[in-house]
């Protein structure tokens, strides 16, 4: 055990940068910033029980909440004087930058704290700090006002025992807020007490006067289960594995697969959480991946027809990672992950070959791990076999790529939701105000779609209205049509009520019956039935689809009620949002239209003679039908 004495202190330089530029020294001078001041007095007790001096801690926080006592009864800070600087080894402690012993190479035997910058920063920042020292069965104290001594170590008299108590009251010039946060301090303690096995840590609340004990004689390990039962996780093997190792740093690590939680590695570095990981995860997820797959491979356990993922190892796994090292380089943006290169091989070569032997001396726990390991990659595969299969179906239609003019609506993918196409851009903005965002989704088409009766499928796919109404559709064309992936409930063209709209109906009719055959015979397509006048008699309002409707309501409801009003739409894109909404779009109060495939036979020669080539076929048609069409319309 290095012994110190005054000389060893490097003496580097005043005080008063910290002052100036704290955040360059403690990260900030927020809550976390005043919580280092408490962490750095903290670590230098707790350097004082790894070295072994010291096994009982206690901190205290004042009434006021904004003051500290921490002491332990190690060996007590020299007083002895400094030889160079003719002080006390005490009061350089407290009044030089990164004084102390921390500096010295070889001696990872330091918590750290915040990253060793040294008890001097503390006193700088701290309104006012006292220094208690028991040592040689006398007691001495001194006092200072941000960094300054307010005179020598005085001797109060005998004392029993040794160690070192620090009381120090942060700055209010320095941090905005100085409150110290009692839940804050109590966890710190909490894991000190697991990290550090055996050692007695206090923590002593005046404002709430509560006073905790926490103490462990099996360290990580009471850690791991705490952790375990916190979780509600369930063992997969009775005992944990455990492994501590003190060979140039400090390696402490207690894990255990289990059932029920997620893969959770909580690990420290010099007692600092390491919330973001870094190279010693790496190392131990490296080490055990690697005594794992050696203990399958060596038993012969390699499973028929699955292969073993990392993932599939560390599923479950809950693991407490302690390490202690010199030198340690933190990164991000909190600091809280660890980047010496050298952690990595440190860890996994540690870790390795020492749970590989306890593997092959634990045969029955070795055998549940790899049957819970074989278990979740068997687990993985038929999931991502699933996945696949959900994903190929909803390939075309997840929403990366569905057409930039499509206003989907947030029920995609359900029954109840309906797709509009919209003739036009100056409907569709209509019906995109006008619409249940919910379950409506709407599809504008530009001006007069193809007319597919004799194009083929990679024509149709040519066409960018026809081929973005297949992507927002989402179940494919022609004979790749699969109506499971079809992302609406209702298809439902909505198109002017004059014979323009009616040739635009047509038309989408003829592409959706030749390439989406499935559609059409499963009753998914509608056409809407948007109003051509609005009759305002009286009071009243009354919609009419046509001018035979006009006339019925004219006749019904005009007779000697003076002048009716009538207006004619000339196209949806000049109906309000809300009319459109209640005339057209509305589930509860529009009439919609569910075209039928009554025989294929029939529908495919009617549209062909209509919308084929044959202009004399259909020249033809029409007349036969005319006096039928008009029938129809009674
Ligand atoms: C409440 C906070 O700071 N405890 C500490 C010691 C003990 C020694 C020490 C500290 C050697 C000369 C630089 C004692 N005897 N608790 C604490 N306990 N620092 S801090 O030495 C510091 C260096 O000054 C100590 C023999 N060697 C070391």
Redesign the pocket.
Same mark, same amino acid.
């Given at each position: 055990m290095p !012994?110190? @004495? /005054?000389k060893? =202190?490097t003496v580097l330089e005043g005080l008063e940068p910290v002052r100036k530029r704290p955040g360059m020294y403690i990260g900030g001078v927020g809550s976390t910033g005043l919580h280092h001041l408490a962490w750095e =007095?903290l670590d230098?007790?707790v350097?004082?029980a790894m070295n072994g001096f010291a096994s009982a801690i206690t901190v205290t926080l004042h009434e006021d909440g904004a003051s500290l006592t921490? !002491?332990?009864d $190690?060996? $007590? =800070?020299?007083v002895d004087k400094h030889p160079k600087s003719r002080k006390s /080894?005490l009061e +350089? +402690?407290f009044t030089v930058l990164h /004084? $102390? $012993?921390k500096f010295e190479h070889g001696s990872y035997k330091t918590a750290g704290g915040l990253h060793g910058v040294g /008890?001097s920063v503390v006193c700088a920042l701290s309104k006012e700090l006292s220094v208690t020292v028991k040592r040689d069965g006398e007691q001495w104290e001194q006092r200072f006002k941000q960094g300054v001594a307010q005179g020598p170590p005085k001797k109060l008299g005998p004392a029993r025992g040794t160690g070192? @108590?620090?009381f120090f009251r942060p700055d209010a010039t320095i941090f905005p807020k100085v409150e110290f946060d009692a839940a804050v301090i109590r966890e710190r303690l909490e894991v000190a007490s697991y990290l550090h096995k055996g050692v007695k840590v206090v923590f002593e609340d005046e404002g709430a006067r509560t006073r905790e004990v926490f103490q462990h004689d099996d360290g990580i390990e009471a850690y791991l289960r705490a952790i375990l039962a916190a979780a509600g996780a369930r063992p997969s093997h009775e005992s944990a594995f455990v492994l501590a190792r003190d060979n140039g740093m400090r390696l402490d690590l207690a894990m255990q697969w289990t059932e029920g939680t997620d893969e959770q590695i909580r690990s420290y570095v010099n007692g600092i959480p390491t919330g973001s990981g870094g190279t010693h995860e790496h190392g131990l997820r490296a080490g055990v991946g690697k005594a794992i797959r050696n203990f399958i491979d060596t038993h012969g356990l390699t499973p028929k027809g699955v292969t073993i993922a990392a993932e599939d190892i560390r599923e479950g796994l809950v693991a407490v990672l302690s390490l202690f090292v010199a030198e340690p380089q933190f990164q991000g943006q909190t600091k809280d992950r660890l980047n010496n290169p050298e952690a990595l091989s440190a860890v996994d070569s540690a870790v390795r070959p020492a749970l590989e032997h306890w593997l092959n001396h634990n045969l029955s726990m070795a055998e549940a791990i790899v049957a819970r390991i074989i278990l979740a990659a068997r687990a993985r595969e038929a999931s991502r076999a699933a996945q696949q299969e959900v994903a190929r179906k909803n390939a075309t239609s997840n929403r990366l790529n569905l057409p930039g003019k499509l206003s989907d609506c947030s029920a995609a993918g359900r029954d109840d939701s309906e797709l509009f196409i919209v003739e036009g851009d100056s409907a569709g903005g209509s019906a995109k105000q006008g619409r249940d965002r919910a379950r409506q989704a709407i599809l504008p088409l530009r001006g007069k779609v193809l007319n597919v009766e004799s194009a083929s499928v990679s024509k149709v796919l040519e066409n960018k209205e026809l081929s973005d109404l297949v992507t927002a559709l989402g179940c494919g064309i022609g004979k790749h049509v699969d109506i499971t992936r079809l992302r609406y409930g209702r298809v439902i063209i909505l198109a002017d009520a004059d014979s323009d709209g009616n040739h635009i109906a047509t038309l989408l009719l003829t592409f959706l019956y030749r390439h989406l055959t499935p559609l059409m015979t499963a009753g998914k397509v509608f056409l809407a039935q948007p109003p051509l006048y609005r009759i305002d008699i009286g009071k009243e309002t009354h919609w009419a689809l046509d001018d035979v409707q006009k006339a019925q309501i004219l006749e019904r409801h005009a007779k000697g009620r003076g002048t009716p009003e009538i207006t004619r739409f000339k196209g949806l894109g000049e109906m309000m949002p809300k009319v459109l909404w209640e005339t057209t779009l509305n589930p509860k109060t529009r009439r919609l239209l569910r075209v039928e495939v009554a025989d294929h036979i029939v529908t495919d020669r009617v549209i062909n003679e209509l919308m084929g080539k044959d202009a004399s076929a259909r020249f033809r048609f029409i007349m036969e039908r005319a006096e039928e069409a008009r029938e129809l319309d009674v």
């Amino acid at each position: 055990m290095p !012994s110190y @004495t /005054a000389k060893d =202190i490097t003496v580097l330089e005043g005080l008063e940068p910290v002052r100036k530029r704290p955040g360059m020294y403690i990260g900030g001078v927020g809550s976390t910033g005043l919580h280092h001041l408490a962490w750095e =007095i903290l670590d230098n007790a707790v350097d004082e029980a790894m070295n072994g001096f010291a096994s009982a801690i206690t901190v205290t926080l004042h009434e006021d909440g904004a003051s500290l006592t921490v !002491s332990d009864d $190690g060996r $007590g =800070i020299p007083v002895d004087k400094h030889p160079k600087s003719r002080k006390s /080894a005490l009061e +350089v +402690v407290f009044t030089v930058l990164h /004084a $102390g $012993g921390k500096f010295e190479h070889g001696s990872y035997k330091t918590a750290g704290g915040l990253h060793g910058v040294g /008890a001097s920063v503390v006193c700088a920042l701290s309104k006012e700090l006292s220094v208690t020292v028991k040592r040689d069965g006398e007691q001495w104290e001194q006092r200072f006002k941000q960094g300054v001594a307010q005179g020598p170590p005085k001797k109060l008299g005998p004392a029993r025992g040794t160690g070192t @108590t620090v009381f120090f009251r942060p700055d209010a010039t320095i941090f905005p807020k100085v409150e110290f946060d009692a839940a804050v301090i109590r966890e710190r303690l909490e894991v000190a007490s697991y990290l550090h096995k055996g050692v007695k840590v206090v923590f002593e609340d005046e404002g709430a006067r509560t006073r905790e004990v926490f103490q462990h004689d099996d360290g990580i390990e009471a850690y791991l289960r705490a952790i375990l039962a916190a979780a509600g996780a369930r063992p997969s093997h009775e005992s944990a594995f455990v492994l501590a190792r003190d060979n140039g740093m400090r390696l402490d690590l207690a894990m255990q697969w289990t059932e029920g939680t997620d893969e959770q590695i909580r690990s420290y570095v010099n007692g600092i959480p390491t919330g973001s990981g870094g190279t010693h995860e790496h190392g131990l997820r490296a080490g055990v991946g690697k005594a794992i797959r050696n203990f399958i491979d060596t038993h012969g356990l390699t499973p028929k027809g699955v292969t073993i993922a990392a993932e599939d190892i560390r599923e479950g796994l809950v693991a407490v990672l302690s390490l202690f090292v010199a030198e340690p380089q933190f990164q991000g943006q909190t600091k809280d992950r660890l980047n010496n290169p050298e952690a990595l091989s440190a860890v996994d070569s540690a870790v390795r070959p020492a749970l590989e032997h306890w593997l092959n001396h634990n045969l029955s726990m070795a055998e549940a791990i790899v049957a819970r390991i074989i278990l979740a990659a068997r687990a993985r595969e038929a999931s991502r076999a699933a996945q696949q299969e959900v994903a190929r179906k909803n390939a075309t239609s997840n929403r990366l790529n569905l057409p930039g003019k499509l206003s989907d609506c947030s029920a995609a993918g359900r029954d109840d939701s309906e797709l509009f196409i919209v003739e036009g851009d100056s409907a569709g903005g209509s019906a995109k105000q006008g619409r249940d965002r919910a379950r409506q989704a709407i599809l504008p088409l530009r001006g007069k779609v193809l007319n597919v009766e004799s194009a083929s499928v990679s024509k149709v796919l040519e066409n960018k209205e026809l081929s973005d109404l297949v992507t927002a559709l989402g179940c494919g064309i022609g004979k790749h049509v699969d109506i499971t992936r079809l992302r609406y409930g209702r298809v439902i063209i909505l198109a002017d009520a004059d014979s323009d709209g009616n040739h635009i109906a047509t038309l989408l009719l003829t592409f959706l019956y030749r390439h989406l055959t499935p559609l059409m015979t499963a009753g998914k397509v509608f056409l809407a039935q948007p109003p051509l006048y609005r009759i305002d008699i009286g009071k009243e309002t009354h919609w009419a689809l046509d001018d035979v409707q006009k006339a019925q309501i004219l006749e019904r409801h005009a007779k000697g009620r003076g002048t009716p009003e009538i207006t004619r739409f000339k196209g949806l894109g000049e109906m309000m949002p809300k009319v459109l909404w209640e005339t057209t779009l509305n589930p509860k109060t529009r009439r919609l239209l569910r075209v039928e495939v009554a025989d294929h036979i029939v529908t495919d020669r009617v549209i062909n003679e209509l919308m084929g080539k044959d202009a004399s076929a259909r020249f033809r048609f029409i007349m036969e039908r005319a006096e039928e069409a008009r029938e129809l319309d009674v």
